[in-house]
């Protein structure tokens, strides 16, 4: 797979490629600089895949904080069937 940007990928492709990267380390095939230069590669994907990792938990903590600020009322059955019946 050709190098890409590894702050342009996507955290599936990271991860993916990632997990490639880790598969042919872990068979010990590949020569020492081949070995050293995947290494890298990957300390370089596992550090964007992390960043991407928390800043989504940064969002996610975002909209919690915003929907603890609404009033929400509870579901029940009766609100939907009664919205239904007042549709038809």
């Known amino acids: 797979m050709a190098a ?21 380390l872990e068979q010990g095939d590949l020569p020492l600089e081949t070995a050293l230069k995947q290494f890298e590669r990957g300390i ?19 909209l919690l904080q915003q929907g603890e ?10 609100q939907t069937s009664g919205q239904n019946a007042e549709e038809e």
């Open 4 to 24: 890409k940007k590894t702050e342009s990928l996507s955290f599936d492709a990271a991860l993916g490629e990632l997990e490639q990267i880790v598969q042919q």
């Open 69 to 78: 600020q609404e009033k929400l009322t509870p579901f029940t059955v009766e």
């Open 44 to 62: 370089q994907l596992a550090r964007v895949s992390k960043q991407k990792l928390e800043q989504a938990e940064q969002q996610v903590q975002i």
